[in-house]
């Protein structure tokens, strides 16, 4: 059974940078995209951007000059850094397989991130 | 971007009720949608994938219809566990877009 866990820093200054990794235990790393949502209670659940089965990326015009997503496929995992980060970024971040046709199937637990000074 | 309109975003409804929730995408999407449903606290779990297909292990009183721009999550017969919040999502094209949930609370 495919499970992905995630972890990264919970507590950010503005102006930092976001930083969350998921490695995925179990199925197939290659075959599949791998993406990044976060959910606010404000704006709901917003997708980030993605890592591809061939290693191209593709991100949410509004953040894309802040987000990288890279991928490790010796370790199976994938991470997302975020740039130059204010109040309006806190949010849980949740990692994700996805599948063209199949949807996001597997999700991560989710990283709860909060930016304050 | 492609917007995704929800309805209703909250619903009261009772155990062994059937209940329908619908998904609008501003632009044909072909059948590129999925519905998923969250509880407070976890991640959103998928349900239907494909508008129509059952996600393995998902009861079968949940069921999905639609293509192009109109889309429908039906639960044939509500269960105690099933209140909580559902979203659909389209991956039809870039940036996926989610609807904005819809709450299904016990009345």
């Known amino acids: 059974q495919v499970q992905l866990q995630q972890w990264g820093a919970g507590l950010l200054k503005p102006s930092e940078t976001l930083s969350v990794t998921c490695i995925v235990y179990?199925?197939?790393?290659?075959?599949?995209?791998w993406n990044w949502i976060r959910q606010t209670p404000g704006k709901g659940l917003e997708w980030i951007g993605e890592i591809n089965h061939s290693g191209s990326t593709n991100y949410n015009p509004s953040l894309k000059s802040r987000v990288t997503t890279s991928r490790d496929t010796s370790k199976n995992q994938f991470s997302l850094k975020l740039s130059s980060v204010t109040a309006a970024d806190t949010a849980v971040y949740y990692c994700a397989r996805g599948s063209k046709g199949l949807s996001m199937d597997v999700w991560g637990q989710g990283t709860t991130v909060t930016v304050s000074s | 971007a492609i917007q995704m309109t929800q309805s209703p975003s909250s619903l009261s409804a009772s155990v062994g009720d059937r209940v329908t929730i619908t998904c609008r995408a501003s632009q044909g999407i072909r059948n590129d949608l999925g519905w998923y449903q969250q509880k407070p606290g976890k991640a959103p779990k998928l349900l239907i994938y494909a508008a129509s297909s059952l996600q393995s292990g998902v009861p079968s009183r949940f069921s999905g219809s639609g293509s192009g721009a109109d889309f429908t999550l039906t639960i044939s017969s509500l269960q105690p566990e099933d209140f909580a919040t559902y979203y659909c999502l389209q991956d039809y094209n870039y940036p996926y877009t989610f609807g904005q949930g819809t709450k299904l609370e016990i009345k």
């Open positions: 179990g199925g197939s790393f290659s075959d599949y995209n």
